[in-house]
């Protein structure tokens, strides 16, 4: 666990639900297994999810969700968690939460034939950045989504703190070669901001839903180029490219996003995650070094 997240408890989401929602006080409770550190998820019954925050970080996303999904969700090609109830906090639970739809399908993993699933999830994400700003929450700070100059500082910050237990030479050369790359010339339109397998629904290899909008924002949607690096393999890569439409320029920010947020994952917290976390994030970092004119 990361320093400010909670354990969350099967008996505490039955207090929560018997005295806020008590017509859904008899319905049986499950947690989900962990998948990520945002929130704690339990099913509810057969169709709906409890959805509780693990870490003040997370806590946006219940008003984000509650504001922004239930309008987006009507302009999307597949379905997506719109909250049904907020709850507030109760007993020793300190914060708002949400129930939302439990959506069926399984989470896709690399080594299949994800070239379907590559051209639908661009689907997905095209549908998304074409959907009116509403005066959607902008992306600030280092935030996935910003101008991606605006991540230089702590990208190079990362790299030399890394040292030699990354190639810098290369690495700071990929990145050179991004930050020389034409910025998002559009105005600021709406992600995701994290798809990752995890937060991707599939049956027998076609998309069939998108969870977790805690990156939700509108920015540069170069960060949309994730999974193409995170998941798919060449082919299924070339499938999402091709199908997502983006420039060249968008493309080379996309993937030099990918490598920023694992610097500066690896810089941040080398001594609080596991050697396989390192061994694995490093390997990723020169994949994408490697192969980025792929």
Same mark, same amino acid.
């Given at each position: 666990?990361?320093?400010?997240?909670?354990?969350? /408890?099967? =008996?505490?989401?039955?207090?929560?639900?018997?005295?806020?929602?008590? =017509?859904?006080?008899?319905?049986?409770?499950?947690?989900?297994?962990?998948?990520?550190?945002?929130?704690?998820?339990?099913?509810?019954?057969?169709?709906?999810?409890?959805?509780?925050?693990?870490?003040?970080?997370? +806590?946006?996303?219940?008003? %984000?969700?509650?504001?922004?999904?239930?309008?987006?969700?009507?302009?999307?090609?597949?379905?997506? $968690?719109?909250? @049904? /109830?907020?709850?507030?906090?109760?007993?020793?639970?300190?914060?708002?939460? %949400?129930?939302?739809?439990?959506?069926?399908?399984?989470?896709?993993?690399?080594?299949?034939?994800?070239?379907?699933?590559?051209?639908?999830?661009? !689907?997905?994400?095209?549908?998304?950045?074409?959907?009116?700003?509403?005066?959607? $929450?902008?992306?600030? !700070?280092?935030?996935?989504? @910003?101008?991606?100059?605006?991540?230089?500082?702590?990208?190079?910050?990362?790299?030399?703190?890394?040292?030699?237990?990354?190639?810098?030479?290369?690495?700071?050369?990929?990145?050179?070669?991004?930050?020389?790359?034409?910025?998002?010339?559009?105005?600021?339109?709406?992600?995701?901001?994290?798809?990752?397998?995890?937060?991707?629904?599939?049956?027998?290899?076609?998309?069939?839903? +998108?969870?977790?909008?805690? !990156?939700?924002?509108?920015?540069?949607?170069?960060?949309?180029?994730? $999974?193409?690096?995170?998941?798919?393999? /060449?082919?299924?890569? /070339?499938? *999402?490219?091709?199908?997502?439409?983006?420039?060249?320029?968008?493309?080379?920010?996309?993937?030099?996003?990918?490598?920023?947020?694992?610097? *500066?994952?690896?810089?941040?917290?080398?001594?609080?995650?596991?050697?396989?976390?390192?061994?694995? %994030?490093?390997? *990723?970092?020169?994949?994408?070094?490697?192969?980025?004119?792929?």
């Amino acid at each position: 666990m990361r320093p400010g997240e909670i354990v969350v /408890a099967v =008996e505490q989401v039955r207090a929560l639900i018997d005295e806020q929602f008590p =017509e859904w006080s008899d319905l049986p409770i499950v947690a989900q297994p962990l998948n990520g550190t945002d929130n704690a998820l339990f099913r509810l019954g057969d169709s709906l999810t409890a959805r509780l925050p693990r870490a003040q970080w997370a +806590v946006d996303q219940v008003a %984000t969700d509650s504001t922004w999904l239930p309008r987006l969700a009507p302009h999307l090609p597949v379905p997506v $968690p719109v909250p @049904v /109830a907020v709850g507030r906090p109760g007993g020793d639970y300190p914060w708002p939460w %949400t129930v939302v739809p439990w959506l069926d399908g399984r989470n896709p993993e690399a080594g299949q034939d994800l070239v379907d699933l590559a051209v639908d999830l661009a !689907g997905f994400v095209r549908a998304l950045i074409a959907i009116d700003p509403m005066g959607g $929450p902008l992306k600030e !700070g280092i935030q996935r989504g @910003v101008p991606l100059v605006q991540r230089d500082e702590v990208t190079r910050r990362s790299i030399a703190a890394l040292g030699n237990r990354i190639d810098g030479r290369a690495v700071t050369a990929a990145w050179d070669e991004a930050m020389a790359a034409d910025e998002w010339p559009g105005p600021p339109v709406w992600l995701h901001g994290d798809l990752l397998a995890g937060n991707l629904l599939v049956d027998r290899g076609r998309l069939t839903g +998108v969870i977790d909008f805690g !990156g939700l924002g509108r920015g540069d949607p170069a960060v949309e180029v994730r $999974p193409g690096w995170s998941l798919f393999d /060449a082919r299924a890569r /070339a499938a *999402y490219r091709e199908a997502l439409g983006f420039d060249e320029a968008t493309w080379v920010r996309g993937w030099a996003w990918m490598l920023s947020v694992s610097l *500066y994952w690896l810089a941040d917290l080398w001594d609080s995650i596991s050697e396989d976390d390192r061994e694995d %994030t490093i390997r *990723y970092v020169d994949y994408i070094v490697r192969h980025r004119h792929d």
